[in-house]
């Protein structure tokens, strides 16, 4: 385990390549026998992919790949770009031709209803409604197990 | 505030294969009382008082080795941020000794 340090409820620490977070609960010992320990609650699916995340890494295996979907990601990073853009004091035109280019993002009166400042509004918006909170419904998109409809 | 050039794609390029978790951590530390509140702490607080901070945020776990997304962005405190950086626990493996568990069985689940 990498980056270990002692908190007040166990060791915590990440392991593999992967860097899979990994919390070792309070009172046992890191080299004793470990199982996974899985609480019944709303998260199980995304902990028991995590567990086989872990699994697969300890038998020197590539996990399987656990990436968000490639518009999903594109989404959230041009999301960042256009927070840092509106955090610098930009206006949504300007970050607009930043994130898609001049020749995309028009002048005058067409800019007002073009559909590259509605979406670029709402990146912005998005990226302050993570920021502010969202992040944690973020972290529930982690990879899970499919489940029984 | 000292920040990466948001008009440039490559400057972000850091963040291709970043999962969810990854870029969770991205849009939190862009939160500006998160930020205050690490402020606040001393440069080198102890495990109590950091996890005192962390809690609140759903941070949970320690950095990665060689976190690279940590620079750049706002600023912050390099130290003990590097610590909680992607420490958003959700799905992280909880692992406890397999003969028993009484003081695991009452752990709460990670990063709520």
């Known amino acids: 385990m990498n980056s270990r340090r002692q908190a007040s409820d166990g ?14 609960a309070h009172g046992t010992p890191p080299d004793d026998d470990l199982g996974a320990l899985i609480p019944l609650d709303d998260a199980l699916p995304q ?9 697969h890494a300890l038998r020197g295996q590539m996990p399987p790949a656990v990436q968000l979907t490639a518009p999903r990601h594109r989404r959230l990073v041009l999301a960042l770009r256009a927070h ?31 559909d590259l ?20 419904a973020l972290l529930r998109t982690d990879p899970r197990v499919k489940l029984a409809r | 505030m000292p920040s990466r050039d948001w008009r440039s794609a490559a400057a972000y390029a ?3 294969n970043a999962s969810a978790r990854d870029l969770a951590w991205e849009f939190l530390r862009r939160n500006p009382r998160y930020v205050r509140d690490w402020e606040q702490l ?10 005192a901070v962390a809690e609140p945020w759903g941070l949970r776990f320690p950095g990665r080795p060689g976190a690279r997304r940590a620079r750049g962005g706002r600023r912050l405190d390099a130290g003990t941020l590097h610590r909680h950086r992607g420490a958003l626990g959700l799905a992280a493996v909880i692992l406890a000794t397999l003969s028993g ?5 009452e752990l709460a689940a990670p990063g709520e």
């Not at chain 1, 610098?88 to 995309?104: C, P, Q, T």
């Open chain 1, 11 to 24: 060791w915590h620490g990440v392991v593999g390549a992967a860097s899979i977070p990994v919390w070792i």
């Open chain 1, 47 to 55: 902990r028991l992919a995590a567990v086989l995340h872990l699994w």
């Open chain 1, 84 to 114: 840092d853009g509106h955090l610098d004091g930009h206006s949504y035109r300007n970050i607009a031709i930043g994130l898609f280019g001049a020749a995309r993002v028009p002048r005058g009166a067409a800019w007002k209803t073009h």
């Open chain 1, 117 to 136: 400042r509605a979406r670029t509004m709402r990146l912005v918006a998005e990226a302050i409604r993570l920021r502010d909170g969202g992040y944690r």
């Open chain 2, 14 to 16: 850091e963040l291709e």
């Open chain 2, 42 to 51: 001393d440069d080198r607080p102890s495990d109590d008082a950091a996890d």
């Open chain 2, 101 to 105: 568990c009484p003081a695991a069985c």
